[in-house]
């Protein structure tokens, strides 16, 4: 089994759940409606893209893998403020859902300006540089998903595993 099983389910209704299933047995979820379930299955599907692609350890989904909640990925409970990098996939991942809603894509030398800015504003080192070769490679894993994602009809289930990527210590 993987770290992480990821499912999301879009619900005749319109309606989508998104579950995540740890390897321990363990597992989150969280309901969405409306604009929300149009919105943020794109987005989530986003962070699969951009941390199966570039090897993040702790954006949104790695941290579920090993026992966030999905609640406490706001940075706003008792668990504390997110990661650094953690900040840095969010952004990345912002970036990428405006993209898609201008239909402009950004080379690899603004968006990293951009989130050096972003984290520098917040008092966070600048995250790594991307290549405009990731870039691509991430939004190709994107399109690919949003279309697997288009073409499921109401009341099926979109299965992703995930595996933690080696921490830098063991690698």
Same mark, same amino acid.
């Given at each position: ?11 005749? =209704? %319109? ?5 995540? /299933?740890?390897?321990? !047995? ?6 969405? *409606?409306? &604009? ?60 990428? =859902? %405006? ?5 402009? /894509?950004?080379?690899? !030398? ?6 050096? *800015?972003? &984290? ?52």
């Amino acid at each position: 089994m993987p770290d992480l099983r990821i499912l999301m389910a879009k619900r005749p =209704d %319109g309606g989508v759940v998104l579950r995540c /299933e740890r390897a321990d !047995g363990s597992a989150t979820w969280q309901r969405q *409606e409306g &604009a929300h379930a149009r919105f943020f299955p794109l987005h989530d599907l986003a962070h699969y893209a951009a941390e199966t692609e570039l090897g993040f350890r702790d954006g949104f989904y790695g941290l579920i893998a090993r026992g966030w909640d999905i609640a406490e990925t706001t940075g706003k409970t008792a668990r504390g403020p997110l990661p650094p990098e953690a900040v840095a996939v969010e952004h990345l991942v912002g970036t990428l =859902d %405006g993209e898609r809603a201008t239909g402009a /894509e950004w080379p690899a !030398g603004d968006f990293n300006v951009h989130a050096a *800015e972003f &984290a520098s504003s917040r008092g966070l080192p600048a995250p790594r540089a991307l290549t405009d070769d990731e870039l691509a490679r991430v939004r190709a894993r994107m399109r690919e998903l949003h279309a697997r994602w288009a073409a499921l009809p109401g009341g099926a289930t979109l299965e992703l595993p995930f595996d933690l990527p080696a921490s830098p210590e063991t690698s």
